[in-house]
T-cell receptor, first 115, second 110 residues
Framework: DSGVTQTPKHLITATGQRVTLRCSPR?????VYWYQQSLDQGLQFLIQ???????AKGNILERFSAQQFPDLHSELNLSSLELGDSALYFC??????????????FGSGTQLSVL | GQNIDQPTEMTATEGAIVQINCTYQ??????LFWYQQHAGEAPTFLSY????GLEEKGRFSSFLSRSKGYSYLLLKELQMKDSASYLC???????????FGTGTRLLVSP
């Protein structure tokens, strides 16, 4: 158990809908990262938050947004869903004190299926 | 930006040794990580290299050559449970995000 909690584990929805994925980082970790993993694709970095502020942005679509709350949990909002958004969405956290050796701890992921 | 290449798939036999290669190109380098991911599960950390050379951790070792933009993960005494994807990831300049390769799927057979 990495200590990173993601809910829900599975989500089935229809095209055009909007969903929210939730992540609680490990106790003491200030950074939260969102990654998308589609079949036959690697982990694609979406966005990073540090202590409530957006810190880095990857290939995140405009239909997607995220935020990190004062208690450090984070939510990823996906709207106007398309079939191609079906993927495993991972949240990861790290303490992020600036050390290059800091590893990311991953949650168990949310499997999103858009039908 | 960053570009990371790994073989898509490898097969090996239980008890054998396998080497999974990773080549990368990055505008700045702050370390290379290897993660293991079983199908449908979260990636878990295996190893970290930031200086050239070999890091050994039990049955797993990882090597880095920064001048060549090259790393490998060596798995010894393979077990069936080692069947998984192995992800190479690079930390570039600036913030702490990791950029992952597409992963190498390793199948260990009896």
């Amino acid at each position: 158990d990495s200590g990173v909690t993601q809910t829900p584990k599975h989500l089935i929805t229809a095209t055009g809908q909007r969903v929210t994925l939730r992540c609680s980082p490990r106790s003491g970790d200030l950074s939260v990262y969102w990654y998308q993993q589609s079949l036959d694709q690697g982990l694609q970095f979406l966005i990073q938050y540090y202590n409530g502020e957006e810190r880095a942005k990857g290939n995140i679509l405009e239909r997607f947004s995220a935020q990190q709350f004062p208690d450090l949990h984070s939510e990823l909002n996906l709207s106007s869903l398309e079939l191609g958004d079906s993927a495993l969405y991972f949240c990861a956290s790290s303490v992020d004190k600036g050390g290059t050796n800091e590893k990311l701890f991953f949650g168990s992921g949310t499997q999103l299926s858009v039908l | 930006g960053q570009n990371i290449d790994q073989p898509t798939e490898m097969t090996a036999t239980e008890g054998a040794i396998v080497q999974i290669n990773c080549t990368y190109q990055t505008s700045g380098f702050n370390g290379l990580f290897w993660y293991q991911q079983h199908a449908g599960e979260a990636p878990t950390f295996l190893s970290y290299n930031v200086l050239d050379g070999l890091e050994e951790k039990g049955r797993f070792s990882s090597f880095l050559s920064r001048s060549k933009g090259y790393s490998y993960l060596l798995l010894k005494e393979l077990q069936m449970k080692d069947s998984a994807s192995y992800l190479c990831a690079v930390r570039g300049p600036g913030f702490q995000k990791l950029v992952f390769g597409t992963g190498t799927r390793l199948l260990v057979s009896p």
